[in-house]
């Protein structure tokens, strides 16, 4: 892997990494129940709860109120 992958994802035109809270409707439920990435196109690659970093991201998370999902996703 790169040393810079971050900066070339900032500078790719197609994908981003993005933070974002859990939709309303997701709390309570898990990213495989969700099937987050084949219907929101997302690559979950950490999640933050409070002032934890979870990473890796278990396809069991269930998501709360507040996290913090850290995603893959194409612009």
Known sequence: TSSNVLEILDESEHYAIEEQPPLPQWVGKSIAELDIRRKHGLTIIAVM???????????????????????????
């Open 49 to 75: 709860r409070g002032e934890k970093l979870n990473v890796p991201v278990s396809p069991d998370w269930v998501f709360a109120a507040g996290d913090v999902i850290v995603a893959l996703n194409k612009k």
